[in-house]
């Protein structure tokens, strides 16, 4: 065992761990729950580290041993090793100084560990320049920068999926629905195109909100005013580490402002709970559509994935769009979070970032998953029912909206009340009473009428004799 002091008093730690007092205190004061701090956070502080004592050894307000010691030590810790060092919970108060912290410890023993000779201390050199509140936020916004290409892929792969079902579809007329009530006839390829419109905002959404991650206040300290660096480490600091990162991060002109007001987290997290709003909607589409089969709407089947029921025999369920609602709900609670812990900001700084972090991460990697497997798993093998919507047109009263401009809205109302009270479709009606020429309701209820994907001829739109 070994002992450390800080200002609290002494604790012991075990001489077979890299990290120290700040660490084990996080440990004892944060038992939220078992989820540890974010890896590419980790990952992200690490590479701060490293690009902040090139800087400080450029700048000549660090040794050049010393320098050479944290950043063999970084380059160490970003190959995976040691892992296991970094235990503070992804939940903890202080606003990331537990886990700025941890990596200092780690990087500051490790270090001293292939170089006994050298003495590193955690915050006098292997933090030296920075503060938590500017290290912490910049590793949120590398981190939350990293999972985005898997995300944005995914969603990519979902609208091209979305766009060649519609393409498929095109032709298969069904009957559309306002209020959960029959609606003019559409068909399941406008449905699925609307899905990959949607879905492409969404894309153009994230993609805009992401940009502001790329602003950084590192350089600024503890409230922005960039105390305790010198002016070459604020100069330089963003361009070292863009070499080792090369995530095109721009220090904020106004690094005050930048360390106490996180709307940019709250724009990128709202971006990402659009997507799961939409996600929501066309899931919910896929299981009413699906619904049956004997007795729902039975428009389209979905791929069979497992049994059902423990106790209904055959019965299959629409599992990938369950599961995709689930994860979108939780990417919804996520961005209520987000928007609390951003508001409840006070004065110089937002104490609550670590909950922000974790949230907003956790929303991009539950979207990438849902994504994928409701792509995979769901979309690429949707079958239409062309048959059973074909029929459900014709049946369908509704069909005889294409007559009130012929007709008249009372007479057309007339009509439909007298095809859902007897049974009879509204095209056979019109034909038994005579009450039009039978050329001119066949090309009225003709597919391509009923789209509206014909202009209609002044025969058409006359009145009736």
């Known amino acids: 065992m070994r002992i450390e002091e800080d200002c609290i008093g002494k604790l012991e730690i075990h001489d077979n761990v890299l990290y120290g007092i700040n ?39 660090l040794s050049k041993e010393k320098g050479h010691a944290i950043i063999t030590a970084c380059n160490e810790l970003l190959l995976g090793d040691h892992a296991d060092q970094f235990i503070v919970p992804a939940i903890q108060g202080g606003a990331g100084t537990s886990a700025n912290m941890n990596v200092n410890e780690v990087i500051a023993n490790l270090a001293m560990h292939h170089n006994p000779e050298i003495k590193i201390h955690p915050n006098d050199d292997v933090n030296q320049s920075q503060s938590t509140n500017d290290t912490f936020p910049t590793a949120g916004k590398m981190a939350m920068i990293h999972l ?46 609307a899905f990959h419109t949607v879905i492409n905002r969404d894309i153009d959404r994230i993609t805009y909100a992401a940009q502001a991650l790329h602003t950084i206040n590192l350089g600024g300290t503890a409230i922005g005013t960039g105390l305790n660096a010198t002016d070459f480490y604020r100069e330089h600091v963003v361009d070292y580490l863009n070499e080792l990162t090369n995530d095109h991060l721009v220090q904020a002109e106004d690094l005050i402002d930048a360390t106490q007001n996180c709307d940019s987290f709250v724009e990128f997290s709202n971006s990402l709970k659009s997507l799961a709003v939409d996600l929501i909607k066309i899931a919910n589409d896929l299981r009413l559509l699906s619904s049956g089969p004997q007795a729902g709407l039975n428009e389209m089947i979905l791929p069979a994935k497992q049994a059902g029921s423990s106790i209904m025999p055959g019965k299959i369920n629409p599992v990938i769009p ?52 409701l792509n995979q798993n769901c979309l690429a093998d949707i079958v239409a029912c ?22 008249g809205y009372v007479t057309t109302t007339k009509i439909v009340k007298e095809a859902m009270k007897t049974g009879q479709s509204v095209k056979q009606l019109l034909i038994d009473q005579q009450l039009l020429p039978t050329e001119q309701v066949e090309q009225l209820f003709s597919n391509d009428r009923l789209l509206n994907r014909t202009t209609p001829t002044a025969h058409a739109i006359g009145t009736s004799k």
């Open 322 to 373: 369950e599961v995709v609602n689930q994860a979108a709900f939780e990417v919804i609670g996520h961005d209520a979070t987000v928007t609390m812990a951003a508001q409840a900001g006070q004065l110089e700084l937002n104490a609550f970032e670590p909950i922000m972090f974790r949230d907003i991460l956790q929303s991009e990697h539950f979207l990438t998953n849902a994504i994928q497997t």
């Open 148 to 193: 985005l290409p898997k995300l944005l892929r995914q969603v990519n792969e979902m609208a091209t999926t979305l766009s060649a079902k519609a393409t498929v579809f095109a032709e298969v007329v069904k009957v559309g629905r306002t209020q959960m009530q029959d609606a003019v006839p559409t068909t399941l390829g406008n449905s699925f195109h």
């Open 386 to 407: 062309a048959d059973n919507c074909q029929q459900m047109v014709e049946n369908s009263a509704i069909t005889a909206t294409v007559l009130a401009p012929i007709l």
């Open 23 to 61: 660490t084990v205190r996080a440990i004892e004061n944060f038992p939220i729950s078992t989820e540890k701090i974010h890896p590419l956070i980790v990952k992200g502080l690490i590479q701060i580290k490293k690009a902040a004592a090139q800087t400080n050894v450029a700048a000549g307000t």
